[in-house]
Structure formats: C-alpha cells, structure tokens
C-alpha cells in the first residue's frame, strides 16, 4: 500500500502565503489525478483542487485566483500554492491521489492556521 505524506502547513497571517507539498511513495501506481481537500472544525472534507497526469487543473469557487496546484510526474508529487490566505482557509489540508481505476489514497493532513 503506498501512502502520501503531506508538509508544509503552519500559522500565517491573513494575507500571508504558504506552500504545501505532497509526495507519494510505495506502491502507488498509475495515479490519474493528484489533488487536495480540507476540512475545517466542525465542517465535511470539501475539495481544493485537483491536476491531472495531463495537467489539467480543478479548482473550488473559494480558491480560484488565490491558490495555484502543481505537479511533478516524474517524483509523483503535487504542491499547493496558497496566496491571499483568509481565515476561513483554515483547516487541516489532506493530499490525495486516485489511480486511473478510482482507488483513492490519503495523506494524514496538514494543519493550516490563518490568523486575523
């Protein structure tokens, strides 16, 4: 069973900008998409955004023109680039990665505060 291992998260001001990294290892294969969720206290895990093998990118309404996702086929990772941080960004930011036959592999989360 592979497993995706998330870093990058901490405290930053509203306003502040922080990268979160993802990189996959063990037995993941034939991974499809790449992507990240959140889910904040007391709230359901909703999704971020998504890339592709093929670099198509998948944004929530919340994010887009704030946050950037990218990736690096070849070191199976994907990153996530967060600008403009608000406090309602708050949350703890899963990495997720999905083979070309759906199955679905989780990281652990990584805490992201923003104060205000």
């Known amino acids: 069973q592979g497993q995706l291992v998330e870093s990058g998260g901490g405290l930053v001001q509203a306003g502040g900008s922080l990268t979160l990294s993802c990189a996959a290892s063990?037995?993941?294969?034939?991974?499809?998409?790449m992507g990240w969720y959140r889910q904040a206290p007391g709230k359901q895990r909703e999704l971020v955004a998504t890339i592709t093998r093929g670099g198509t990118t998948n944004y929530a309404d919340s994010v887009k023109g704030r946050f950037t996702i990218s990736g690096d086929n070849g070191k199976n990772m994907v990153f996530l680039q967060m600008s403009s941080l608000k406090p309602e960004d708050t949350a703890v930011y899963y990495c997720?990665?999905?083979?070309?036959?759906?199955?679905?592999?989780w990281g652990k989360g990584t805490l992201v505060t923003v104060s205000s």
């Open positions: 063990g037995s993941i294969f034939s991974i499809y998409t």
């Open positions: 997720n990665s999905r083979s070309y036959g759906g199955v679905d592999v």
